[in-house]
Nanobody
Framework: QVQLVESGGGLVQAGGSLRLSCAAP????????MGWYRQAPGKQRELVAG???????NYVDSVKGRFTISRDNAKNTVYLQMNSLKAEDTGVYYC???????????WGQGTQVTVFS
């Protein structure tokens, strides 16, 4: 069983910043694509940002210029730096690991982000 450990969520005022972290098993992290998803109340889960094994990134339009996804293969951790937060960024944020070449996916337990104005 692959366990992903997320941290960094919380309550923040609009315009503020948070950094989410997701630690993955060292044996597979470097060969896995990583992604951050979020699910707002009453809405479907959506991809926020992704990063592949080479470090190429992609973002949903609504967070471009505000969020940055990065990975540290030495620490087996993926980060999501979230700046200029808005109320609409509120939701549960999930980390996903996709094992390249195998296609298996694993999810973290989720961390709540609440942005108040």
């Amino acid at each position: 069983q692959v366990q992903l450990v997320e941290s960094g969520g919380g309550l923040v005022q609009a315009g503020g910043s948070l950094r989410l972290s997701c630690a993955a098993p060292g044996s597979i992290f470097s060969i896995s694509a990583m992604g951050w998803y979020r699910q707002a109340p009453g809405k479907q889960r959506e991809l926020v940002a992704g990063i592949d094994i080479r470090g190429s990134t992609n973002y949903v339009d609504s967070v471009k210029g505000r969020f940055t996804i990065s990975r540290d293969n030495a620490k087996n951790t993926v980060y999501l730096q979230m700046n200029s937060l808005k109320a609409e960024d509120t939701g549960v944020y999930y980390c996903k690991l996709t094992l390249v070449g195998v296609g298996r996916e694993y999810w973290g337990q989720g961390t709540q982000v609440t942005v108040f104005s």
